[in-house]
């Protein structure tokens, strides 16, 4: 079966390194998927440098009033934008904020999100520290559907990395994301083909 094309709407505040991870795998043939559209609520974001450079249209959101979630009228001007463009899919990439059911009812089960952390394990903010200060031996990536709680969704694939005696939070984050580098296209790949779905919260790959 022919894989679908994915038309990927991104949305990031940070240095955009996961977005150019599915942009190598689609260069490399990886991954039947088009970037349509890039946004971050960060104005000098990278994300939005990395997406100019390959002249994939973007632009800053602008999420105020609030401060941790995306929400209101820049939710819906969020959602207007994604459809202006013809996405399909959500690929949260390093996005800071909570995103509300609104959106999450305008692409159901199509918005995905990369997580430092091996979930249910460390979820929110900096999940590698939180891993590192707990004393786990072993940390990783999840990459997941997003649903309307905080990283709790349908979890689609985990890559693990070790964690050793010297580590500090940014080496640990390190070799965490060279995971995340391979797993974020991997499991847009597995839902380009079809491979994906659902009983209950457990995400079968075909
Ligand atoms: C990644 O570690 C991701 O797991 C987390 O935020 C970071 C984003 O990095 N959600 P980048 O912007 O993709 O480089």
Redesign the pocket.
């Known amino acids: 079966m022919a894989a679908e094309v994915l038309r990927l709407g991104v949305l990031?505040?940070?240095?955009?390194?996961?977005?150019?991870?599915i942009l190598d795998a689609i260069d490399a043939g990886m991954l039947r998927a088009e970037i349509k559209v890039v946004l971050a609520d960060v104005k000098d974001?990278?994300?939005l440098d990395r997406a100019r450079v390959r002249n994939i249209p973007c632009q800053w959101l602008d999420c105020a009033p609030y401060k941790t979630k995306l929400d209101g009228e820049a939710e819906q001007r969020c959602i207007q934008i994604l459809r202006e463009h013809g996405c399909d899919t959500v690929v949260?990439?390093?996005?800071?904020r909570i995103v509300k059911p609104p959106l999450l009812a305008a692409f159901p089960n199509r918005v995905l999100?990369?997580?430092?952390a091996l979930l249910p394990s460390f979820p929110g903010l900096h999940?590698?520290t939180q891993a590192l200060e707990y004393g786990a031996k072993v940390a990783g990536?999840t990459v997941h559907f997003v649903d309307a709680g905080t990283d709790t969704g349908p979890i689609i694939i985990q890559h693990a990395v070790p964690v050793l005696d010297d580590d500090t939070p940014e080496t640990l984050?390190a070799r965490?994301?060279v995971e995340?580098h391979k797993a974020y296209p991997e499991a847009l790949r597995l839902l380009s083909e079809g491979r994906l779905s659902f009983r209950g919260r457990r995400v079968y790959i075909q």
Do not use: D, R, T, V
Not at 12 to 21: L, T, V, Y
Not at 92 to 96: H, N, P, Q, V
């Open positions: 990031g505040s940070g240095a955009g390194s996961n977005m150019q991870s974001a990278k994300i949260l990439a390093g996005f800071m999100n990369i997580h430092p999940g590698w990536c984050h965490i994301q995340e």
